[in-house]
């Protein structure tokens, strides 16, 4: 006995599952690329420096926050590649044999899927406004 309704609704999580997968991919490069530009790009002395400002009564170097921001940002977007998967294990096919309440998860992984996604939507500007800032610092120093 299929459902009607669930047929369209599989087509819709897949779709919106496969999207998240994708911005996920897409955000965790850029999060890889703004910690290889951070590591790299500055010269020794401007990454020395930005290690020892900031420590100050046990407080973090600019640099440890800069690297913060793009590991707290990969981690985000794992997050949404964990909240996709489980989208695409709620919608197993109906069968007389699935117990129909294994389609209460489908509502849950998409309400994840919602909050994990705008955080880690917030999290990308905070990586592309954070490696603009590198760029800005990096061309002042030269």
């Given at each position: 006995?299929?459902?009607?309704?669930?047929?369209?609704?599989?087509?819709?999580?897949?779709?919106?599952?496969?999207?998240?997968?994708?911005?996920?991919?897409i955000?965790?490069?850029?999060?890889?690329?703004?910690?290889?530009?951070a590591?790299t790009?500055?010269?020794?002395?401007?990454?020395?420096?930005w290690?020892?400002?900031g420590?100050?009564?046990?407080?973090?170097?600019?640099?440890?926050?800069?690297m913060?921001?793009?590991?707290?940002?990969?981690?985000?977007?794992?997050?949404?590649?964990g909240?996709?998967i489980?989208?695409y294990?709620s919608?197993?096919?109906?069968?007389?044999?699935?117990?129909?309440?294994?389609?209460?998860?489908?509502?849950?992984?998409?309400?994840?899927?919602?909050?994990?996604?705008?955080?880690?939507?917030?999290?990308?500007?905070?990586?592309?406004?954070?490696?603009?800032?590198?760029?800005?610092?990096?061309?002042?120093?030269?």
């Open positions: 006995m299929e459902i009607p309704h669930m047929a369209d609704m599989r087509d819709i999580t897949s779709n919106l599952a496969a999207t998240a997968l994708i911005f996920a991919s955000s965790f490069g850029a999060c890889l690329t703004g910690a290889v530009v590591l790009v500055p010269s020794e002395k401007a990454r020395e420096d290690a020892s400002r420590l100050t009564n046990g407080s973090f170097s600019h640099f440890s926050d800069l913060f921001v793009f590991t707290w940002s990969a981690i985000c977007q794992l997050g949404v590649v909240a996709a489980g989208l294990l919608e197993a096919p109906l069968s007389p044999a699935t117990p129909e309440h294994v389609y209460l998860a489908l509502p849950i992984f998409l309400e994840i899927l919602g909050i994990v996604g705008v955080i880690a939507f917030a999290q990308l500007i905070a990586v592309v406004s954070t490696i603009s800032q590198i760029a800005v610092a990096v061309s002042a120093r030269r």
